[in-house]
């Protein structure tokens, strides 16, 4: 397979991610979902569990993830789930999180996020998007790639959006220190930022045998919407793809993340990016699908993981 050639599947926009692990056998491997408590991450942590992974919930609301464990358990009859701490915005959190994982972890999918959120800061004063979306997530990814390399073969599922056509990592001032808040922009920046470090984990950790994908997973109702007003809502439905397209369901909204996390047919493939169960095409300015050429910079997601190593270390 040569670096151009797009990755095409039999999955489309409807199918379901128990669809696309249909005859696969998790058995064995071990998963994390962040943000598994609600949303698309619930569906995803059921759809691994119950092709027999065990999983991990890493999540903000303890109790919250003691009842999706429960649920989980239910419908799948698997007992190989648990709920850990994670908040992503709190390095602490993170730290505690990833010095308490023990031996290999074969799928990481990095789902959790925040959208469109009015200004807000962490303690460090960086842009609280920019924080939870993609500093939290760079921090656990790099605190686990030990765990990763362990697996041989481990995969990174990086759940980005479509919003990612919004803005490039705006390296200049990534925080909006000189610029006008705008939370869209934000927003977009996170989910480019998503992208970059799975292109930048794939050409990095290769010798580890870890790839990493990105994906948008189409619009779907969920408390990520918490932010966003009704009219906002339908505008951007309307502008998310072909005419007619709808909602798709929390099941269907899970399919392309649990596809990079664990189907025979992303074997090896990393660095890319997916919405629909298929590698995406180029994005044709002035439509909301596709990628943009700046989630896929190599020299971007060069920098943004030094950038990112070194606002964590500092
Ligand atoms: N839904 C869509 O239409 C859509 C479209 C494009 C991309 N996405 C992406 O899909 C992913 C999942 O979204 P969703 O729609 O399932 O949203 P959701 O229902 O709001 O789930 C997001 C999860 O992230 C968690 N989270 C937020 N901040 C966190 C933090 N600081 N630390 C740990 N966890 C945190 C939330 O925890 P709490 O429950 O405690 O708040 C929640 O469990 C997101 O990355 C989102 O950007 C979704």
Known sequence: ????????????????????????????????????????????????A?????????????????????????????????????????????????????????????NAGIMASPEMRTPEGWEMQFATNHLGHFALTTGLHRALAAAGGARVVAVSSSAHLRSPVVFEDIHFREREYE????????????????????????????????????????????????????RLRAQSGAAGVSWKTPEQGAATSVLLAASPLLEGVGGRYFEDCNEAEPN??????????????????TLLWQVSTEALAS
């Not at 984990?201 to 990105?214: E, K, Q």
């Not at 699908?289 to 989630?295: F, Q």
């Open 1 to 48: 397979m040569t670096a151009t050639t797009r990755i095409t599947t039999p999955f489309t926009a409807e199918s379901t991610a128990a669809e696309v692990v249909a005859g696969v056998d998790l058995t064995g491997r071990r998963a994390i979902v962040t943000g598994a408590a609600s949303g698309i991450g619930i569906e995803t942590a059921r759809t691994l």
């Open 183 to 234: 939370p869209w922009s934000a927003y977009g920046q996170s989910k480019t930022a998503n992208v970059l470090m799975a292109v930048e984990a794939t050409r990095l950790w290769a010798d580890d045998g870890i790839t990493a994908n990105a994906l948008m997973p189409g619009g779907i109702r969920t408390n990520l919407q918490r932010y966003v007003t009704a009219e906002d809502l339908e």
């Open 50 to 110: 119950g092709a027999g992974a065990d999983v991990t919930l890493a999540v903000r609301d303890l109790a919250a993830g003691e009842r999706t464990v429960g649920d989980i358990v239910a419908t799948t009859g698997n007992k190989q789930i648990r709920v850990a701490r994670l908040d992503l915005a709190d390095r602490a959190s993170v730290a505690e999180f990833t010095a308490a994982w023990d031996g290999p972890l074969h799928i990481l999918v990095n």
């Open 284 to 301: 044709q300015p002035g439509t909301r699908r596709g990628v943009a050429p700046w989630a896929l910079d190599p020299e971007a997601a």
